[in-house]
């Protein structure tokens, strides 16, 4: 079983190379501070240099409520910055395609990458930005500039601004983890193109949820087939958000306001499954199958009645934290290979399900969590009629806190389904169709020192605190 994260990590320095291989992976993630402080600083010189890169900083925090920051994708310094940047804790990253340069980046924060060149000389400095798409954000910013990569290439890139020495630069990663763009050939894209809409197109609400599960198996074989799993992890994800933010407020008034600068949600930190005992193993085949590697695994069992396998797409750059009831007794299983049971009651989980589908099919996403200047987004998002909920993370590392809940209505033939299976009662199930339960939240959260975790404790408090019985009852 996997380390689980303390509540209060402490810093400690990355593994060497050497005892790293010959140790199991660890998901206790230590903090980062001084090599987020010494990119900072870094950052605050390019920022001081070329204006407008600081006027853009400026708008993101002013407009969107986020941290130029968050936004980086990577960094070009000079080759003299690679000894601190080793000292700090970053290793070279020899998966990333480059022409001729050296990668860094930190293999166990959450840190944006940098690039080295590998001859002395005169370097431009470089930050480059990761919007969702380079042709919103060049349009968003009237670039006149071409955009290198073609449309749905691997990867595409444009400068935004050069002076003095510090070029900005934005890039849009398409199941891409490296730095060269390659020409994308015409029967590719339009495999692509088809790709993208058999997942938006993928039956949610059909005749059962093992037929909705079958479907969206039967469009992973083809895309698979046509496109591979990163990108189709990227396609799968972008559809998520799109159908989560279709039914959220606060996400429709953030994206928005993102979009104003055509940025999009390339700050998304991860996307929140909630799914039901029966259908969990089912969702974690799903995306092992898109190419996820599993992560941390709570087991916060008789405490608080759930558990969650963290998962990673390291090329698509995405995590997804997918959550489940567990019943007392079952902490000492891998409920990510291991199939529940049918349990006697419903957690705050297994209800949410109950009423509203799973995550996977008709309900998606239970919550997507961006990055943001914590403190900034809540003001901004109340002006706009939109409240926060109180934060369940408050720690120099870590702030997160909801959106008040969407509520969604209730079948009335699902509340009537529980009642006669003695999971609510009459009141709950009248109080259900009468008023709606807590359907999805957007989610503010704030990392610093490169943390790359969770709080198990931290999360347990929210879980019970979205429970559709609490938000209807206040018990």
């Keep these: 079983m996997p380390a689980l994260p303390r509540a209060h990590p402490q810093p400690a320095p990355p ?61 070009v310094l000079a080759p003299e910055d690679e000894k601190p940047l080793r000292d700090l804790g970053f290793a070279s990253d020899p998966a990333a395609a480059t022409r001729g340069e050296l990668v860094l980046k930190h293999p166990r924060a959450l840190l944006p990458r940098v690039r080295v060149p590998k001859a002395a000389g005169r370097h431009a400095a470089v930050i480059a930005l990761r919007p969702e798409s380079v042709a ?24 935004v601004s050069e002076q003095q020495g510090m070029r900005l630069e934005a890039v849009e990663r398409n199941g891409c983890a490296g730095f060269v763009p390659a020409p994308l050939p015409a029967a590719q894209l339009k495999k692509i193109i088809r790709a993208q809409d058999l997942w938006r197109t993928r ?20 895309i698979l087939r046509s496109v591979g799993p990163d990108l189709a992890c990227q396609l799968f994800f972008a559809e998520e958000r ?26 998304h930190d991860h996307h929140t499954l909630r799914c039901s005992r029966e259908y969990f193993v089912e969702v974690i085949q799903f995306l092992l199958r898109l190419g996820f590697v599993k992560r941390e695994r709570f087991y916060a069992g008789a405490e608080a009645g759930w558990g969650a396998q963290i998962s990673e797409q390291p090329a698509a750059g995405i995590v997804v934290f997918a959550d489940v009831d567990l019943m007392p007794g079952e902490t000492q299983i891998d409920f990510s290979t291991t199939k529940l049971p049918p349990a006697p009651r419903l957690g705050t989980v297994g209800l949410w399900t109950a009423l509203h589908g799973e995550s996977f099919l008709e309900a998606g996403l239970h919550h997507l969590e961006a990055r943001f200047d914590f403190e900034l987004l809540r003001g901004q998002l109340q002006a706009e009629g939109v409240a926060t909920m109180k934060p369940f993370s408050d720690f120099k590392f870590l702030r997160q806190a909801f959106t008040e809940g969407e509520r969604w209505p209730v079948p009335a033939e699902r509340a009537e ?47 019970s605190a979205t429970d559709p019985r609490a938000a209807n009852f206040g018990a």
């Design 15 to 75: 593994p060497a190379p050497a005892a790293a291989a010959a140790r199991p992976a660890s998901f206790d993630w230590p903090l980062a501070f001084d090599a987020e402080t010494f990119l900072r600083q870094r950052l605050e010189s390019f920022l001081q240099r070329n204006r407008a890169a600081r006027l853009l900083a400026r708008r993101m925090q002013d407009e969107t409520g986020t941290d130029f920051f968050d936004w980086m994708d990577h960094l």
């Design 136 to 159: 919103d954000f060049a349009a968003a910013h009237s670039l006149a500039g071409p955009i290198e990569g073609d449309p749905f290439g691997r990867l595409r890139r444009v400068v």
């Design 203 to 222: 039956p949610r609400h059909g005749p059962s949820v093992r037929a909705g599960f079958a479907a969206a198996n039967a469009a992973l074989d083809e």
């Design 242 to 267: 799109r159908y989560w933010e279709a039914r959220n407020r606060a996400a429709q008034i953030q994206k928005r306001r993102q979009d104003r600068l055509g940025l999009g949600w390339g700050n």
């Design 417 to 463: 389904k529980l009642l006669q299976a003695g999971l609510i009662t009459r009141e709950q199930r009248e109080k259900f169709v009468r008023e709606g339960a807590l359907g999805s939240h957007l989610e503010n959260l704030q990392r610093r020192g490169g943390f790359k975790g969770f709080n198990q404790k931290s999360v347990s408090v929210i879980i």
